[in-house]
C-alpha cells in the first residue's frame, strides 16, 4: 500500500491567537475581528485535511 502524504498546507497547526492591545473598546472590536479571522483560517485548513483523508480512503466520517 502506498504511502500517502496529505497537503502540508492542511497539515499546519493552528498559530496563537492574538492579544487585544488594550481594554478599549475599538481594540477590542479589531482583536475580535481578528481572532474570528484566524478560527476561520484553521478551521478551513481543517476541513481540507478531513476532505484529504476521506477522499483517499484513510479516514471514515462519523456523527
Known sequence: MPILTPPAADME?????????SG????????????????????DRHRGLID????TGNAVRVR
Do not use: F
Request: proline share 15%; net charge neutral.
Open 24 to 43: 478599549m473598546i475599538g481594540d477590542l472590536l479589531t482583536n475580535h475581528i481578528a481572532v474570528a479571522k484566524a478560527y476561520h483560517q484553521c478551521k
Open 52 to 55: 484529504w483523508l476521506e477522499a
Open 13 to 21: 497547526p493552528c498559530g496563537p491567537l492574538p492579544p487585544p492591545a
